[in-house]
């Protein structure tokens, strides 16, 4: 028996799980400081990966200063690192932070768990291979659960904004690349310095946006302590968790573990900001997580993107 690898296994598993249930109360936090304390969605993202990236670089340089430029010294990986910072870590949480806003924690992280769904259709046209009998009963199960949040059964109507819908997607497809994308360069690289760099480019163009001295809504001890929260909690260990995570076990397998993250948003959403979430909203996120369920049992490889 390989202990090493059982250990290797065990580590990515829960380090997977543990950056889901930091995720999904940090977006619950981000819902408080949204709707109750009036914090622009924009600004909170500049800070969280300004500060992240520059605390994990920190750590790294402070380390070994050579893995801190190792990245840039290849034009290939460059590039990789420039795409992963915009389109991978920018687009994923600005997606996220923006369904919440336009929405509420609960249905916005569910909404993006159609993620794993979507990275076994890319994997399956990667191959060409048409999808097995378990990946399309999760791909049904998603759309129903889908269908079933935005509509609550009803043809033709929405319950949640049209804007809360596109961001909620758009959350799904850049978790999807969040994840398969980056693979290759955690090959070669460290995850604090792949991540470090992911955030502090990504915060510096959204300075861009809005600026991190640009400061509004209503400053309490809750404000500070939900915010600290959120970069320390919600961003900084996650982010890193996740991607050792992706390291040690693969993609797939992270991505699919990932989704206690949409119970424990839905749950805390729910308890603790009285969060409306009917029975038809139960049933949407009972399909999405069903999906998860369905594509982590598949016999399928890890992802080797």
Known sequence: MDHTNDHKVLKGFLLAISAAILWGVSGTFGQFLFQKRAINVEW????????????????VGTNNIKDLWSIWRNRKDTVDLLLFSIAGVLAVQYSYFAAINYSNAATATVMQYTGPVMIAVYLALKERKFPNIKTCL????????TFLLVTHGKMGTLSISGIALFFGLVSAVTLAFYTLQPVNLLRKYK??????????????????????WEVTGIWD?????????????GTLIPFYAYLTAVKLIGGQKTSLLAS????????????????????TDWLGT?????????????????IQA
């Not at 805390?268 to 029975?279: Q, R």
């Open 286 to 302: 009972t399909c999405i997580i069903l999906t998860i369920v369905l594509l982590s049992t598949s016999k399928k490889k890890v």
């Open 191 to 212: 995850a604090t310095v792949v991540i470090g760099w992911g955030m502090l480019i990504g915060g510096a163009a959204f300075c861009f946006v809005r600026p991190p």
């Open 221 to 233: 001890s809750y404000t500070y302590s939900y915010t600290g929260f959120i970069v320390i909690f």
């Open 44 to 59: 909170l993202i500049t800070v969280r990966m300004l500060m992240t990236g520059a605390v994990l670089l920190i750590l």
């Open 260 to 279: 206690a993250e949409p119970l424990s948003a839905a749950l805390l959403a729910v308890l603790w900001l009285n969060t409306p979430f009917s029975l």
């Open 138 to 145: 999760a791909i049904a199960l998603a759309v129903l659960g």
